[in-house]
């Protein structure tokens, strides 16, 4: 009898145990029963890894029937009676591959992240909050034209989003929420707009403004007008200019000044955006070029394109092809979340964008009537009321976190710096409407056509390039520069009590950097300074990407006047480097020559090191490919350098600088070997000169390599055994990631390499303008993100090897070879 | 189990050892644990996810931080844990009540 009461209560407290993680959540584990069941639970996605052979699925709201063909690349063709039916299927499918992505990426722009993933997200969600993102979608979204083409497929597309989540059954629920616990929310229009909100804040995040702050807190404004400059000291503009080569336009750089107390008081205290190894943060950019047919070898234009951006698993970017009979024909990418294929291609014409880096923000510092709170600022002598926006955090299960009073003047958000206020106008928040442009430029048959489209684009600015069958290639950086007062830069702050500080307008389109079939015969974009100054010099921006990519990619376009499409591929991941080419001899020199600037000044053990580093980097045939054993040792030798020559741009208490001025800057201090700048004033008994700071930078180069990598002989120092690509889940989970990706490429290569590995060419595309448009593309990711699908990751391989897939590009269904057809889906409109 | 499981969910094994011990049947929780088991087990092995089972598992088990072969194992053995500890509940009242009687 003992043995059975003590039987009993063992079995009821492991049945007790084991049922109560299934019906209760404890910490971050799923709930256990419904996670590990064969038949609902996570094991369910095996199942749902590829679609059904042959679907018929009901959609209500649908006008006719939608054919929708996957092919064995897992793009979507679908082929419907009109656009908003094609969209509304966009939405179905997009939703059915990367429902948790689309939420997650909104989400972020709303602000509304804790309600997904908790307490942990509250600092993303104020930062978004207080940048004013979802504040402006929702404005746009209340004044757009409810009969405009924009407007109809952004509802269609949200209605298919929301018919595939009306249809979820429990084994369908994607991994991410069964981790999280959670359910997927029903998509609203408006989550579109919070989708390029966000994506407005990645490419125009950064105010030259904040830098020249940063930089004026510490030395001055003089000093920081210099080393944030207006024009890049290197000019490979884009517009073509009547120079054949590029432009040195290289000054002394004052010397450091007296701190700017107002600059000091005012400057973010966040470091803008760098890599591990402290450089300039030069991997995030975008390229596009083309060439027109006289320099094709086949006679026909070709374009090619890859932005960089983020790598993530599922990818920023999803592949689609949407035919309506008459009226559209695209391929390419779209931004899950967003109807509208974004770069790619169509019978007639192919188009891609790099970001121009334009400034498009500026801060005003404002006068409030309290500084702790204030609801009124002063303008012209009055006081106007601040716009209040009550903001409030919540959890998963919608318990308040916190609240937040984010506050407007008729600029945009106000926000507290120290004791001051600064508000913060910005065209990533002016109505804008993309989501008509990027629906309406697919329909155009000219590049003429297409150019007049994107003449409505407003933010980000962007260098849109456009090639059509005509042999016409044009590229125009669209989008608003404002127009400020005065001496018109705005990479400076405003008295924010006048309203002569607000801006006057903007540029007109014809003032925009436009170029098209130019005599050169090609044009290339990558984030340079669009137009030279001597050509042109009105003020569109400042402190612009040095143009290594861009004099690597024109030197490569001049040099062949028989382009092909092989070639244009290889360019994309060319392993060499102008940036190696400009900084290596300096290293070799300074080492090599004798001079009277280090004589009797050498460190013994130090001269030996930068001797024996030399004798390396020597070696080194400047490119960035997987196997280089050299690249590791310029690239630690480049950190050095940073680190020891703008050890004035650290603020007192900190170790690093908060902005450290571009390697175009830096250049152009190299040919001043005598410039105060180079003195390390945390060596008080020693005044340093250009050339030993680089002596010193290459032996400590050496140390770290050998200390970190081992000998030279050895595979340690093997580039990709240092520096590999990282793509990252978007929830950041390693066993959903895909890590330590060995890929050509480095800082400032057209592939470029940098930091974390984190940011990369997030597509690659090159189109042949033919008789038939024909097309090589790939992404790094899969267009699933079931990671039980074979198509979860699948293009990564030959991504990391720079080849691209021929794109399937059928008129018709029938055109599909039926051995790359996956999947057929019927979509007929049902109740 | 197996169409237990099919209809109504994982609960339903705990519910159907519960009910399998009280019937006249009365087999011992051992067994009707391993019924569990091998059902789960066999409902694992559906033939559209079977390809894409393997790399589901390896990328669910890195996700969790355990062993592949702990994540498969513990499927069958959750299920088998769970019957047991329902039918040896019954069977212990059972056996309670049959004492009073």
Partial sequence: ?????????????????????????????????????????????????????????????????????????????????????????????????????????????????????????????????????????????????????????????????????????????????????????????????????????????????????????????????????????????????????????????????????????????????????????????????????????????????????????????????????????????????????????????????????????????????????????????????????????????????????????????????????????????????????????????????????????????????VADRLGTIAIRASGWYPIRPGDGRGDVIRDGSTRGSDWTGVLPVEKYPFAKSPAQGRLASANQQPVDPLDNPAYLGADWPPPWRALRINALLRADSAVTVGAMRRYQTDPGSARADAFVGFFLEAVEVPNRETEGRKDGKTETGAVRAAALLREWDRKYDPENRRAILFELAMAELDRRTWDELIPPGKERPRYVPSSATLLELLHDSTSIWWDDRRTSDAVETRDLILIASLGAALDTALARYGDPPGDGWTWSRVRTANIHHVLGLPGLSRLRLAVTGGPSTLSPLGGRGTFGASWRMVVELGPEVRAWATYPGGQSGNPASPRYDDRIRGWTRGNLDRVLFPRIPADLPPDRVRARMTFVPGA | MAGGTLVGGWWMVPAIAALWAASPVRSRPAVVAGAAGLAWAFLLMNPRGLPHLGRLAGRVAAVLGIPLSVLVLLVPLYAALLAWSAAALVTAMQGTTRRRA
């Fill in chain 1, 1 to 465: 009898m003992r043995r059975r009461a003590l039987l009993g209560t063992v079995a009821a407290l492991a049945l007790a145990a084991l049922v109560a993680p299934s019906v209760i959540r404890i910490g971050q584990l799923p709930l256990v029963g419904p996670f590990l069941d064969p038949v609902q639970g996570v094991w369910a996605l095996a199942a749902g890894a590829e679609p059904p052979g042959r679907e018929r699925l009901d959609m209500s709201g649908l006008s006719g029937v939608v054919e929708v063909l996957v092919d064995d690349r897992g793009v979507p063709h679908a082929f419907a009676a009109t656009e908003e039916d094609a969209y509304r299927v966009m939405g179905w499918l997009v939703a059915r591959d990367r429902l948790f992505q689309l939420e997650l990426t909104t989400r972020a722009g709303q602000g509304t992240l804790t309600e997904l993933l908790g307490s942990a997200a509250l600092e993303a969600d104020r930062e978004t909050r207080h940048l004013g993102l979802a504040w402006s979608a929702e404005r746009e979204l209340a004044g757009w034209d409810t009969a405009s083409v924009g407007y109809r497929a952004v509802v269609a597309y949200a209605q298919g989003v929301n018919a595939y989540i009306d249809g979820l059954r429990t084994r369908d629920l994607p991994l991410e929420y069964r981790l999280l616990g959670r359910r997927p929310r029903r998509w609203h229009p408006v989550y579109s707009g919070y989708l390029f909100a966000r994506m407005g804040l990645t490419l125009a995040a950064n105010d030259p403004a904040e830098s020249r702050l940063a930089v004026s807190a510490l030395v001055g404004a003089e000093a920081a007008d210099a080393l944030v400059p207006v024009n890049s000291p290197i000019q490979e503009p884009i517009q073509p200019s009547s120079r054949e080569a590029p432009r040195d336009d290289f000054r002394r750089l004052p010397p450091p000044g007296a701190p700017d107390t107002v600059a000091a008081e005012v400057a973010s205290r966040e470091p803008r955006v760098e890599s591990d190894d402290g450089s300039h943060a030069e991997a995030l950019g975008s390229n596009n070029w083309a060439v027109a047919p006289g320099r094709a070898k086949d006679g026909h234009a070709l374009l090619a394109g890859d932005p960089h951006l983020e790598l993530t698993l599922p990818s920023i970017w999803y592949e689609a092809h949407v035919v309506v009979p008459g009226r559209l024909d695209v391929a390419g990418v779209s931004l899950p979340g967003s109807p509208g294929i974004v770069i790619g291609f169509n019978r007639d014409l192919a188009w891609t964008f790099t970001n121009t880096g334009g400034d498009v923000s500026d801060l005003y510092l404002e006068t409030v009537d309290d500084s702790e709170v204030p609801s009124r600022y002063l303008l012209d002598g009055e006081w106007r009321p601040l716009a209040l926006r009550l903001e409030e955090y919540r959890d998963p299960d919608g318990r308040l976190l916190a609240t937040d009073t984010v506050r407007f003047t008729h600029r945009g958000p106000l926000t507290r710096r120290g004791e001051r206020w600064v508000s913060r106008r910005w065209t990533v928040l002016e109505p804008s409407r993309e989501s008509d442009l990027f629906l309406r430029a697919p329909r155009t048959r000219t590049a003429e056509q297409w150019l007049d489209v994107m003449r409505d684009y407003v933010a980000p600015t962007q260098n849109g390039l």
